[in-house]
DNA sequence: CAAAGGCATAACCGTAGCCTATGCATCCAT
DNA sequence: ATGGATGCATAGGCTACGGTTATGCCTTTG
């Protein structure tokens, strides 16, 4: 289901924005490096499209209408999102005079990171940040052999050679489509039936499958149904799963607004343990010093809200 | 700080995600309702922009590289908040042929409303929505005159006339910049500090505004100081706050991100009770039919969840 | 071996969006 | 009062981006 194209452009929601926090319609054209004509055209051409006044243009400026108000409110987050985008394809580009190597698994990469990366630029505004991406043998393997400064793993392992400090906590979680008919308290599965259901899952060798077929094995379930079906990737076990296609198991932080809107369902599975340590790594030899200690220092600050 | 334009544009990640979805570019062209040269050329200007390939194309399709999963992971939360904007827009707009009408607190419409009725469309797709917003009292008004079929209030007084159902409940959060001295569990203030400083605040007769004044009254605080700052939206706000102008009082929505990121920090006031209920109201007369009674069943599902 | 499915390239075209220049209204200071 | 400053709107002209159709090439499949 594609966007709308309304909102696929996100310049003229942006320019709201910062009319709403500059106060006139001219000093968020220059904020934005457009001119003030150009600005003015957009957010007319936007009013139009919304079809409710957003701006009241007074003569010393303009403030945003009640509905005004409903627009910014909904398009922050998108401009947020967007903002999160940015950072980490600017971490993917970086590549040449780089002054901050990570390697991060995908979890943590996808959903903890992008923040991550806008306080630090926030803090050394100067700094470029080097991306790479692994499941946690691969991101340990590069810390050990000093091709990245700073590793972000999930799970239980580590090898020796590293330090390790606690940043989030990650968890998996079973979820139906609103029909299904484990998403009716009476009906929830035990951990013999979840072995013997096939899911929509992810391709054998993905961390997330590995620690749920993992946590079933702890559980003493030995045979485990094969896949009803394999998809690249998250996106698309949330559509199947959406769809109705079958019951997925996916990190928490993926289907949020999923659960908020009611769109997925939450299976509880008392029988497993789903719960993952997201860890920062260093090699155990030195103290982290830099843009690296400042990363670090970051990630931990933002676990103590959680 | 304006978005870069490289993000501004959603349309060809949203693109990235239905060739994820549907594991060809061909298909996810004819999704969007372009062709597919324009698919491909866009994709092709897509790994050009982020450096780095991200889909592997096959004879027989395409399949997203680790780089891809990455960047579809990013941009899946974007294209999700701009569905939510297009729906709150949508609503906004929706004038005439309206088969439900509805009006809500800003805090509902804001942070709950855009995916109840991404949700409502999902379940009658047909039912084209018309949202008023205004303070509790005015929606009540509105609901009590047979103006809109379904209103969503927020604080405890109630009308008579009205049957109501909790939906959610908000809190009213204090959040200050990391560097600033009730950052530090050891600084935090009491409610007659609280009381003394001036903060960065809406406008009067803001339901947030009102509520805060209430909470510090209700702890027998009558004195209270001259808001640092008024501005007349709560982008504005949280940009004067995560700019360290001072101290912010917002719905613990609002913040979510930034307290994620580090941005913010939260100050724990124990002190006083910051809790209000969000609750949906009708007309005690009568029962709900049709698509208000969906919208309502929406609501009250994705309340199970939090 | 033919046919079909899928991606890339080429050539053409329409329009959306930007800029500069200018006008008009309002507020403020002298 | 009046001139200056501030801020938004309108007009005209230009560029460039993104779309379409037509076509070619490669690979898998029956």
Known sequence: MPLPSRVTDLTSFDLLLSVAELGSIGRAAKAHGISQPAASARLRQLERQVGVPLLERATRGARLTTAGELVAGWALPAVERAADLEAGIAALRADRHTHLRIAASLTVAEYL??????????????????????????????VLAGDVDLGFVE??????????????????????????????????????ELAGTPLVSREPGSGTRQAWEWALRACGETELAAPLLEVSSTTAIKAAAIGGIGPAVLSAH?????????????????????????????????????????????ALRSRTEG
Do not use: K
Not at 125 to 131: E, G, I
Not at 155 to 180: C, F, I, K, Q, Y
């Open 155 to 192: 799970g239980p392992e580590l090898p020796p050679g590293l330090r390790a400090s606690d940043v989030a906590t990650d968890e998996l979680v079973l979820v139906v489509a609103p029909g299904h008919r484990w998403a009716s308290r009476r009906r929830r599965p035990r951990a013999a």
């Open 254 to 298: 993926a289907v949020v607004p999923e659960l908020d809107a009611g769109t997925l369902v939450r299976v509880p599975v008392p029988d497993l343990d789903l719960r993952r340590r997201l860890r920062a790594v260093w090699p155990s030899g030195q103290t982290l010093r830099g843009p690296a200690a400042d990363l670090l220092a970051i």
């Open 113 to 142: 990171l992008p923040r991550w990366l806008i306080a630090l630029r926030a803090a050394d505004p100067d700094t470029v940040t080097a991306l790479s991406s692994g499941n946690s043998h691969e991101v340990a393997a590069q």
